[in-house]
């Protein structure tokens, strides 16, 4: 089974906005992506960057590319996902979101975030509260990686979720 791999544009395709679009589209077309991060695939697959450039703006000023719908979408996911708002923070600044943009959607998070890692102890390790430091350290281990802070965390591990 062989994989499929995309070829490189040629020179004059690489400098053809029209291409640079279609392909832009293209990606959009299977998710959201942030500015930053289709223009790095644009620009691994081999397209010139003022071309790229051309396309960006153009697909922001359409409002066909918006790094604010990127960011509501992917945060969504990533709350279905289990993950905390320290991870979903993290993730959003390696896709190049500006930081008032990542600010304003992890504050709305840190509302529900208890309640989130709560969710997310209980369906790794069930409705029981850790009997022991171990199994304790062990839940917490969990949640941290998740990307729930530690008050978050002693929440959720004590069960004392109405403060």
């Known amino acids: 089974m ?3 791999r995309s070829r ?5 395709e690489a400098r053809d ?3 640079v679009r279609a392909k832009a589209l293209a990606l959009l077309a299977r998710r959201e992506h942030s500015a930053q991060e289709l223009r790095s695939k644009l620009l691994e697959r081999g397209y010139e960057s003022t071309a790229v450039e051309a396309v ?3 697909l922001q000023g359409q409002t066909l590319l918006s790094d604010a719908r990127f960011v509501q979408e992917f945060v969504a996911a990533r709350v279905r996902r289990g993950s905390g708002p320290l991870k979903i923070r993290a993730e959003l600044q390696g896709r190049g ?3 008032e943009l990542m600010e ?11 309640q989130g890692a709560e969710a997310a102890r209980r369906k790794r390790f069930g409705t ?3 009997k022991d430091m171990a199994e304790r350290a062990r839940q917490a281990r969990f949640l941290q ?3 729930f802070s530690m008050e978050d965390i002693r929440k959720a591990l004590k069960g004392d979720l109405e403060d």
């Open 2 to 4: 062989s994989l499929k």
């Open 8 to 12: 490189k544009p040629e020179p004059e």
């Open 17 to 19: 906005p029209a291409r």
């Open 56 to 58: 960006l703006s153009s």
């Open 97 to 99: 979101v500006a930081g």
């Open 104 to 114: 304003k959607a992890v504050a709305g998070l840190k509302a529900a975030s208890a």
């Open 128 to 130: 029981d509260l850790p």
């Open 145 to 147: 990686q998740r990307g």
